[in-house]
């Protein structure tokens, strides 16, 4: 499914109309989030290809917690994580 959605994108963000070709540089997301929206999943018409950059954006906006992600130091931002003790 993602590579169809990358190919019918042609690999042009949905969001900033950046080049995303490239291993690590694009992520298919769900337009809907699929936690509210889950028979929406794999609809393709619920996803569209952004590049990592847009991605961390909505992603960070969406997200209720606060503590998502990790330092530069890869230590989770997020104290109680079963990670941050490593």
């Known amino acids: 499914m993602r590579s169809h959605i990358r190919k019918i ?34 609809e393709p018409s619920n996803l569209e290809l952004v590049c990592t950059e847009c991605h961390n954006k909505v992603c960070s906006r969406d997200d209720k917690n606060p503590n998502r992600g990790a330092s530069n130091k890869g230590i989770p931002n997020d104290p109680t994580s079963a990670w941050s003790n490593y």
């Open 9 to 42: 994108s042609r690999y042009v963000c949905n969001r900033c109309g950046k080049d995303c070709r490239g291993k690590g540089k694009s992520v298919v997301n769900h337009i809907k989030p699929r936690t509210k929206f889950p028979h929406l999943a794999l």
